[in-house]
C-alpha cells in the first residue's frame, strides 16, 4: 500500500480537518495562552488519535520512529516518567481497543505471553518479600508497557505485516537526521539528549539499516540504505557509546548468521572497515584515548565495577527470591545480568533469558517458512538483531530505558505478527487439502458406486 493510494473518505477528510484545525489552534493558543502546554497536548493527543483510527501503520511508524527521542515529558513530577513514544503507545493501544470492541474481535497474544506472565509473576514475588512502591510500580508498570503492551498493539494493529516496514524506514530517516546533526555540530549531545542513548538508537539503526540493505533488490533502493547504513555508521563512532558500538556489532552479526550472508559481512568489512578509519582519524585525540581507556580509575568504568559489586552482594543474601525488581530505580543498573540476578534470583534470571530465547525460537521457526527474498523477512531478521543488540548492550549499560527498549519490544511485536500470518496461511493451506481430500473420497466413492451399478 502506498500513501498515493489512500483515497479521501470521509475518515480522512476528518484526519485532515483536524490536522489544519489543529495547527489554527496551536497558532492561537501559543498566541493568547501564557502557558499553552495542555493546549498543544490535547490538539496533539487529538491528531494522533485521527491518524491511529484511519492509517493504524502510520500511527505505530510514527511511535516507532518518536522513540529515538527519549526526553522525559512527565515534568519531573510523581514516580512515573514517559517519553513522546509512550504517550504515541498508549494512544494508539486506546484506538486498538477500541476497535477490538466495537468489531467484537478478539486479541492474539503470542508465543512470548506465557514467558512473560511467568517473568512478571516471579518478579512481583519477589518484589513481595521487601515492598517499595514508589520503585517497585513504576518498574512494573514499565515491564508491562514494554513486554506486554507494545507487543500486543504492534502485533495486532497493522491492516497488513508489510505495512509495518515503513516503522523501520520512518526509524532510518531520524537515526539518519541524528547522525548528521551530530557530525555537523561535532557534539551527540543534542536535544537534551545523552550522547549514550542517541548511541543507543543508532545501534538499533545501523542493524535495521543493514538489513534493508541487504534485503533491497533495486539498485536505487540498495543504494539509499547503503548511505544509510554509512551516516548512521559515521554517527554511532562519533558518540564514543562503546556500548552501543558492542551492542551494534552483536545485533549485526546475529542478521547476518540469521540470512547466512558470511561472505556479505567480509563485503561489508571491506567497505565500512576504510569508513570507520577515516572517520576514527577525525576524532580528537582526547575522544580516542576515552575510547580505548577501559581503566577502573576512570569515574564511568568505576561505576559500572561498582554496580556490579553490590548487585553480587544483594544476590548473595537472597540467591532465590532475591531483593525484588525495584533495585534498578535504586542503583546504576548497567549490568541486566547481575541486577536480574540480585532483583529476582536464580528463577528470574532463567525467565527472563527463557523469553529471549522463546523470541529467537519464533524467529528462527518463521523464517524457515519465509524466502529470504520476502518482504516480510527483514521484520523477522532485524528483530532478532535489535534483541540481541539490546541484550548485549544491557551488560555494559542501561537495559531499562526508554527509547531503544520500545524498538526493541515493538520489533518481536512486528514479528510476532509474521508469526500469526505464517500460521494463518498454515492452517488455510490445511484446510483446502483437507477439502481437496475430502472431495477425492467422495469422488471415490462415487465411481465405486457408479461401477456396481454397471455391473
Not at 584515548?289 to 577502573?296: I, L, P, R, V, W
Amino acid at each position: 500500500m502506498k500513501f498515493t493510494d489512500f483515497r479521501m473518505t470521509s475518515t480522512a477528510l476528518l484526519v485532515v480537518s483536524t490536522l489544519i484545525l489543529g495547527s489554527i489552534l496551536a497558532l492561537g493558543a501559543g498566541v493568547a495562552l501564557d502557558d499553552p502546554s495542555l493546549v498543544y497536548s490535547i490538539i496533539y493527543g487529538s491528531i494522533f488519535l485521527s491518524i491511529a483510527w484511519r492509517f493504524p501503520a502510520l500511527a505505530l511508524a510514527i511511535t516507532f520512529a518518536s522513540a529515538p527521542f527519549q526526553n522525559d515529558l512527565s515534568g519531573g513530577s510523581g514516580m512515573f516518567r514517559f517519553s513522546i513514544a509512550e504517550i504515541n503507545l498508549l494512544l494508539c493501544a486506546l484506538v486498538f481497543v477500541f476497535r477490538r470492541i466495537t468489531q467484537q474481535r478478539g486479541i492474539k497474544l503470542g508465543p512470548t505471553f506465557l514467558p512473560v506472565m511467568l517473568y512478571l509473576t516471579v518478579c512481583m514475588a519477589s518484589s513481595m518479600v521487601d515492598w517499595h512502591p514508589d520503585s517497585v510500580v513504576p518498574a512494573m508498570l514499565q515491564m508491562c508497557l514494554y513486554f506486554l503492551l507494545t507487543v500486543i498493539v504492534f502485533a495486532n494493529s497493522a491492516e497488513k505485516p508489510d505495512h509495518l516496514i515503513w516503522s523501520y524506514n520512518f526509524l532510518l530517516a531520524v537515526c539518519v537526521f541524528l547522525a548528521i546533526i551530530g557530525l555537523t555540530t561535532g557534539s551527540f549531545f543534542i536535544f537534551s539528549l545523552h550522547k549514550n542513548g542517541v548511541g543507543s538508537s543508532l545501534a538499533c539503526g545501523i542493524i535495521i539499516s543493514m538489513e534493508m540493505w541487504m534485503s533491497a533488490t533495486k539498485g536505487k533502493l540498495k543504494t539509499r540504505y547503503f548511505l544509510s547504513t554509512i551516516i548512521i555508521a559515521a554517527g554511532l563512532i562519533f558518540t564514543l557509546s562503546r556500548g552501543a558500538w558492542i551492542g551494534a556489532i552483536a545485533g549485526m552479526v546475529v542478521v547476518i548468521a540469521l540470512r547466512g550472508k558470511f561472505k556479505f559481512l567480509l563485503q561489508m568489512a571491506v567497505m565500512l572497515i576504510p569508513v570507520i578509519a577515516i572517520f576514527w582519524t577525525l576524532l580528537p585525540q582526547e575522544s580516542k584515548d576515552y575510547a580505548t581507556d577501559f581503566s577502573s580509575t576512570r569515574g564511568n568504568i568505576n561505576a559500572r565495577y561498582v554496580t556490579i559489586d553490590y548487585a553480587r552482594d544483594q544476590f548473595e543474601k537472597s540467591p532465590f527470591y532475591g531483593v525484588g525488581v525495584g533495585l534498578r530505580k535504586e542503583v546504576d543498573a548497567t549490568n541486566i545480568f547481575w541486577i536480574t540476578l540480585a532483583e529476582t534470583g536464580v528463577p528470574g534470571l532463567l525467565a527472563f533469558l527463557g523469553i529471549h530465547v522463546i523470541i529467537l525460537l519464533m524467529i528462527y521457526k518463521s523464517q524457515r517458512k519465509l524466502s529470504r527474498n520476502d518482504k516480510l523477512y527483514p521484520l523477522l531478521a532485524a528483530t532478532a538483531g535489535l534483541i540481541v543488540n539490546k541484550l548485549v548492550h544491557g551488560m555494559v549499560d542501561h537495559y531499562w530505558s526508554r527509547g531503544p527498549l520500545l524498538m526493541a519490544w515493538a520489533s518481536v511485536g512486528m514479528a510476532t505478527m509474521v508469526y500469526f500470518m505464517l500460521q494463518d496461511r498454515e492452517a488455510s493451506e490445511a484446510r483446502k487439502y483437507a477439502l481437496e481430500i475430502e472431495e477425492e473420497y467422495r469422488q471415490g466413492v462415487a465411481r465405486t458406486r457408479q461401477a456396481r451399478v454397471g455391473v
